[in-house]
C-alpha cells in the first residue's frame, strides 16, 4: 500500500489528477498500517507545498442571525425542529458586527464572513446586510464572504455589488447520503445556489461535514463533487455532536480517521484552500499533524454555535510547522 500511496502522490505531483477508486483505495488505508499512513500524508504535504506554497489562509465568521431555521438539518443546533436551547437572535446591525470584523482584521485575519441561520434570506435581510457589507469595505482591508443559505442568481449579485467576493455554501455530504442528513431542501438546492453564485461572478467556498455515520466512500465522492464544482476553498467540519440534535450520540472520529481524510482530500483538489473548521477539536494535540497532512487554511476564533481555538494558538502552531501566516 505504501508503495501505491507514492505512486499516486508522484502521480498528482506530475498534474495528473487521481480517479475516484484511487482516492477510495487511500482512504481506506488501516489505521494501523503506519507505513502507508505516514506516506500519505507526507505526500499531500509535497502536494500542497507544490500547488499552493506554504502560505495560510485565515478566515473568521460571525454568527449574524441566530436560531429558529426551518430546516430540519440533522446536525445543526440552529434548526427549530430540535430543542438544543441555542442562541435566538434576529440579525445583528452593523454597529454590532464591525467591532468583531476589526477585532479579526487586528489579530491577522484576512477573511471575513457574516453566516445566517434559516434556508435563505427575505428581501428585506438582503438590504440590510448588502448596506452592511457596503460599510465593511470601506472600514476595514479584510475580503469579505458570505454565507446566507440558498440564494438565487439576482441575490447573489447583489452580494457581488456590495463587496463579497466570495460566497460559502457548504454539499455537506455526499449525494446519496445527503436525505439521511436533511429533507426540507435538496442536494440539488445546495449545488443549483452555488452554480447560482459563480454565475454573478463569486469566488466559492464549499466544503462538508465528516462523522455524520457517512462511509469514506461518500466522503470522496463528496470531495469529487466539490472539485466538479470548481471551489477553491474547502472547509472540512468534523461532527461535533449536539446535545438535542438527532446526532447527539454520534461518536466522533479518531484522529487517524480525519487526518485521512483531509489528506485524501488534498490529492483530489490539489490547489484548493483545504480549510480546517469546526470540530477540528476532536483531533486534539494532533491537530498540528493536519498542516502536515494537507491544509493550508483554518476557520479561526469562535464558531457558529461551538467553541473554537483562540487565534495566536493557530497562528504559533501554524509557524511550528514552517509555514506562513
Do not use: W
Not at 454597529?95 to 491577522?108: M, Q, S, V
Not at 461535514?209 to 463528496?222: A, L
Not at 454520534?250 to 487517524?256: A, G, N
Amino acid at each position: 500500500m505504501r508503495k501505491f500511496v507514492q505512486e499516486m502522490t508522484a502521480k498528482v505531483l506530475g498534474g495528473e489528477g487521481v480517479c475516484f477508486d484511487e482516492a477510495l483505495k487511500m482512504i481506506n488505508i488501516d489505521e494501523k498500517d503506519m507505513e502507508s499512513l505516514e506516506a500519505l500524508f507526507e505526500g499531500a504535504n509535497k502536494i500542497r507545498e507544490k500547488f499552493v506554497g506554504k502560505k495560510v489562509d485565515l478566515c473568521a465568521i460571525v454568527n449574524g442571525k441566530s436560531g429558529k431555521c426551518s430546516e430540519n438539518c440533522k446536525y445543526c443546533a440552529q434548526s427549530a425542529h430540535y430543542n438544543t436551547n441555542v442562541k435566538e437572535y434576529p440579525l445583528l446591525e452593523h454597529e454590532e458586527i464591525l467591532p468583531k470584523a476589526l477585532e479579526a482584521e487586528a489579530k491577522g485575519v484576512t477573511r471575513f464572513s457574516i453566516v445566517t441561520s434559516g434556508r435563505g434570506i427575505s428581501n428585506e435581510e438582503l438590504r440590510k446586510l448588502t448596506e452592511i457589507y457596503r460599510k465593511l469595505k470601506k472600514e476595514t482591508k479584510l475580503e469579505l464572504c458570505a454565507s446566507h443559505g440558498i440564494i438565487s442568481y439576482e441575490q447573489a449579485q447583489s452580494l457581488k455589488e456590495s463587496g463579497v467576493s466570495t460566497y460559502h455554501h457548504n454539499l455537506e455530504t455526499s449525494r446519496r447520503y445527503y436525505p439521511n442528513i436533511c429533507t426540507t431542501h435538496t442536494y440539488e438546492d445546495r449545488i443549483n445556489t452555488i452554480k447560482n453564485a459563480q454565475k454573478a461572478g463569486l469566488h466559492i467556498c464549499c466544503g462538508g461535514i465528516i462523522g455524520m455515520g457517512e462511509t469514506p466512500e461518500d466522503r470522496v465522492m463528496m470531495f469529487f463533487d466539490i472539485k466538479e464544482l470548481g471551489a477553491r476553498s474547502v472547509p472540512i467540519n468534523i461532527l461535533n455532536p449536539i446535545k438535542g440534535t438527532p446526532l447527539e450520540n454520534r461518536k466522533v472520529l479518531s484522529p487517524i480517521e480525519i487526518l485521512k481524510t483531509i489528506a485524501v482530500s488534498r490529492y483530489i483538489l490539489p490547489k484548493a484552500y483545504i480549510r480546517y473548521a469546526g470540530g477540528r477539536t476532536a483531533l486534539g494535540e494532533k491537530q498540528i499533524q493536519g498542516f502536515k497532512a494537507g491544509v493550508n487554511a483554518a476557520l479561526v476564533g469562535d464558531y457558529l454555535t461551538t467553541v473554537g481555538n483562540k487565534i495566536e494558538e493557530d497562528k504559533q502552531m501554524i509557524r511550528q510547522v514552517g509555514l506562513e501566516v
